[in-house]
């Protein structure tokens, strides 16, 4: 299957402070990618869909000012959490879709910690 | 009303032993796909199997099968012959056509395999 990858796995940050998530597809070029927030023991939530040279659409509720999405190829969207606070705190994952394919495949996600 | 529902939040099976996730869905779109990814404690989204909804015969991969009864709007999914490392936990998802290529997840169920 195709491979995602995101970097960093771990983060710790001060509150105040912007922190930079990539997510890349490492075989494949992603037309869309998705970035998800998830909260210990529940499921995920989609915060946005980031297509290719365009700019990203946020779910209802995601503030677009403090979670900013880049897709600036069609092997990279980053997501940057701008002055973090403590209830930023999550485990967030992305995921990309080959072309018009159906399946979504995910990087293996960044737990951020904001203290 | 819930699109995805798991109703098992914990499932145990012993090893070599077959098991069955339940999910049931909610949609009106005529076409729709279905999906099934595995989260270990680790976090990354495996994807396992995925059922299109004109797709005639149940999806199959491995030792995972995939129930599809549409009329029911379940989409079941049998692990044959558990192992230790299929201990996790278990996503149904679905994508519809009129949401364009967002996912939602249902809650999860949390699979131990006992030995």
């Known amino acids: 299957g195709a491979v995602v990858s995101q970097h960093p796995s771990r983060v710790i940050c001060k509150s105040g402070t912007s922190v930079k998530i990539e997510c890349r597809s490492l075989?494949?070029?992603?037309?869309?990618m998705f970035w998800y927030r998830q909260f210990p023991k529940q499921s995920l939530m989609l915060m946005a869909t980031?297509?290719?040279?365009?700019?990203?659409?946020?779910e209802q509720g995601v503030e677009k000012d403090k979670f900013l999405i880049n897709h600036a190829s069609l092997t990279l969207s980053t997501l940057t959490v701008t002055s973090a606070h403590p209830e930023d705190s999550s485990f967030y994952i992305c995921?990309?879709?080959?072309?018009?394919?159906?399946?979504?495949?995910f990087g293996p996600g960044t737990r951020l910690l904001v203290l | 009303a819930q699109k995805i529902t798991q109703t098992q939040p914990g499932m145990f099976v012993q090893e070599k032993e077959a098991v069955t996730l339940d999910c049931t869905y909610d949609t009106s779109d005529p076409s729709y796909g279905l999906f099934w990814y595995k989260q270990p404690s680790s976090g990354e989204m495996i994807f396992l199997i995925y059922?299109?909804?004109?797709?005639?015969q149940n999806a199959t991969e491995g030792r995972y099968s995939l129930n599809f009864q549409k009329a029911r709007k379940s989409a079941n999914l049998v692990i044959s012959a558990s192992q230790l490392g299929d201990s996790a936990m278990y996503f149904c998802?679905?994508?519809?056509?009129?949401?364009?290529?967002?996912?939602?997840f249902g809650e999860g169920t949390q699979l131990t395999v006992n030995p």
């Open positions: 980031s297509n290719e040279g365009s700019k990203a659409t946020y």
């Open positions: 998802a679905m994508r519809e056509e009129t949401s364009g290529s967002r996912l939602t």
């Open positions: 075989d494949f070029q992603a037309t869309t």
């Open positions: 995921s990309a879709r080959v072309g018009g394919a159906a399946t979504q495949y």
């Open positions: 059922q299109g909804s004109y797709d005639q």
